[in-house]
């Protein structure tokens, strides 16, 4: 996917690919019976609908000329039991086709939503999660009518063709090449539309995608919205976006509404003509005789209807590829964070941390980690201050394998953490983030998000050692209290101890926090310092906090800045020290004394 902003279009420049429709096929395999019986059936019922043009023609000829009713009456019976067997035929091909097309969008969104679960942070960092949300529900759901008839109703009408077709040539070949000669014509609009109407479609899809992210960031940011009084400024951009949707959506329909009106305009002309025709033939004394004609009236129609129904197939055809590249271009999107060939499971970590040389950079080119060296013994417990920028956060990022390196290596327990499974590593790791994101459901479903084992007992005490607790005990329903998306209800401070209640729960060999306690009183961090001394004991953990008296008694400090370690030591050694620590730290000083 191309990465872009919410106003910019996703580039997709690539050719119409049959390789695309093969995959898709694909996915078709594991309906492969649900399929044949279906076209079986179709079949079945096409060839018994090309025998209503045939009794009407033995009723034109033979019985009303020799007014046998009971004859009619007979022929009738058996045109009720076809139409019967027809619509028998119709409802076992709606359900099996129902069921095929939903499996289908099922896996191929699954695949979608795995894939999505593998992709490493860089993926999401530079796109519009909209833009990417949209391939998952949107492009996925608009496969469902090509998968659930489009492909079997495309086989069963070429069949039902050649069938009409071959009734025809047996009973009148003149008619039938009249019949034939709309066909090249149909072909001819057909191929001089086809790039407009793919590369209509394509913008479609970018408008549809532009429209979406921008939907999705205005609920996230609608708090910041009401406060800064933008709505009307977001109205206008929301317009905008939608406009350009409209128009780019009357642009495809244009050419995808000229295949139908120019099959049914061909069509009439055709039957125009076989009725001239056949009544003058039938007027100079030709063996057509008046059955015949309405016979191929009949056939007439019939044999436009799958034509129409292959027209409308080519349309959702088209339309589907330019969903279906873009579905396929994020499934194919490379994992560049994953296992390497021959990673194995991390053994039961001890604690001790190197970091040797380290070189990284996001985009390759601006380093923000410049050779970053430093080893953590087990159960100590390292703190990471800077200035904002500094590449604090990018160094317990890379701690979980959340980015590759550029260079160096880092160790845990003397492996280098490049060749164990991503997995078996960050399970023993617990992760505190400054962004406390609560799931929608229960409170004791965040807290047991990363252990699902964990019991009742266990939560209760991750809680209480976090201060959570005592906040829980509040709600309606206790640990069962429904929470919103994003935890809305919570305040900011309790969103972190749930948080940490679910760090913590999952009992990690290395605790990460990340800026952990900076929506939390000072009353609550008191009480919450004192819950986790017991716990970080024996546990190797890495602090990152802007607020330095909360990291005091940290057994070594780490002054981050232009990628580079500039300072190290403890808090009392960097105090002495008068250097970049000290100056920051009476920074806050002075500002709290002020």
């Not at 047996?170 to 057909?190: A, E, H, S």
């Not at 009307?232 to 951009?237: D, K, L, P």
């Not at 959340?402 to 164990?420: C, E, K, M, R």
């Not at 399970?427 to 229960?442: C, P």
Request: hydrophobic residues 45%; proline residues 2%.
């Amino acid at each position: 996917m191309a990465r872009n902003k919410i106003e910019v279009d996703e580039t997709l420049e690539s050719e119409f690919n049959l390789a695309h429709m093969k995959r898709l096929f694909g996915y078709l395999s594991v309906y492969r019976r649900d399929m044949i019986i279906t076209v079986i059936v179709m079949l079945v019922s096409s060839a018994l609908g090309m025998l209503t043009p045939v009794i009407l023609k033995q009723i034109m000829d033979v019985y009303i000329p020799n007014k046998d009713i009971h004859g009619i009456i007979k022929i009738s019976i058996l045109f009720l039991v076809i139409n019967l067997l027809i619509v028998v035929g119709i409802r076992v091909k709606i359900t099996l086709t129902s069921r095929a097309g939903q499996g289908i969008i099922h896996r191929i969104r699954s695949d979608v939503f795995t894939h999505l679960q593998e992709l490493p942070f860089s993926y999401y960092d530079d796109r519009p999660h909209g833009k990417i949300m949209i391939r998952v529900v949107n492009y996925v759901n608009s496969l469902s009518d090509l998968l659930s008839n489009g492909i079997v109703n495309t086989f069963t009408d070429l069949c039902s063709l050649f069938f009409i077709i071959g009734f025809m040539l047996v009973y009148d070949v003149r008619l039938t090449l009249v019949c034939l000669i709309g066909l090249p014509l149909l072909g001819l609009v057909v191929f001089i539309i086809k790039r407009r109407q793919r590369r209509a479609w394509q913008v479609l899809s970018n408008k549809t995608s532009n429209l979406n992210a921008y939907i999705a960031e205005s609920m996230n940011g609608i708090r910041v919205t009401q406060s800064f009084v933008r709505e009307e400024e977001n109205i206008r951009i929301f317009n905008d976006l939608s406009s350009n949707y409209r128009q780019a959506w009357m642009d495809a329909v244009k050419l995808t509404f000229l295949i139908w009106p120019a099959a049914d305009n061909i069509a009439t002309w055709t039957t125009a003509i076989i009725y001239v025709l056949g009544v003058n033939w039938i007027s100079g004394g030709d063996t057509l005789t008046a059955g015949t004609l309405i016979l191929f009236a009949a056939y007439i129609g019939r044999f436009w209807m799958p034509i129409n129904t292959l027209a409308g197939f080519y349309n959702s055809l088209v339309t589907a590829m330019s969903y279906m590249e873009r579905i396929f271009e994020t499934i194919d999107e490379p994992i560049t964070v994953h296992d390497i060939e021959g990673a194995v499971p991390m053994p039961p970590i001890i604690g001790k941390v190197e970091f040797k040389d380290v070189v990284f950079s996001y985009d390759g080119s601006v380093r923000i980690l410049d050779g970053i060296n430093f080893t953590v013994n087990p159960g100590q417990a390292y703190a990471i201050v800077g200035p904002t920028g500094a590449g604090k956060t990018t160094i317990i990022n890379l701690l979980s394998r959340f980015y590759n390196l550029d260079s160096g290596a880092i160790l845990i327990d003397g492996i280098d953490i490049n060749t164990v499974m991503i997995k078996s590593l960050r399970k023993q790791m617990g992760v505190m983030l400054q962004d406390s994101f609560i799931f929608s459901g229960t409170i004791a479903d965040n807290i047991r998000y990363g252990k699902l084992s964990a019991t009742d007992e266990e939560m209760y005490e991750a809680a209480k050692t976090v201060c959570a607790h005592d906040f829980i005990a509040t709600m309606e329903k206790l640990y069962e209290t429904e929470l919103n998306e994003r935890g809305t209800r919570l305040s900011a401070g309790q969103r972190q101890l749930i948080s940490f209640a679910r760090a913590l729960l999952a009992d990690p060999k290395i605790l990460i926090l990340d800026e952990a306690t900076s929506s939390i009183d000072t009353e609550t961090e008191f009480l919450l310092q004192e819950g986790l001394a017991a716990l970080l004991k024996g546990r190797t953990s890495f602090i990152i906090a802007h607020r330095l008296s909360t990291i005091k008694k940290a057994d070594c400090i780490l002054y981050i800045d232009k990628g580079q370690i500039m300072e190290m030591g403890s808090h009392d050694v960097l105090m002495a020290r008068k250097g970049l620590y000290y100056e920051l730290f009476m920074s806050q000083y002075d500002f709290l004394d002020k």
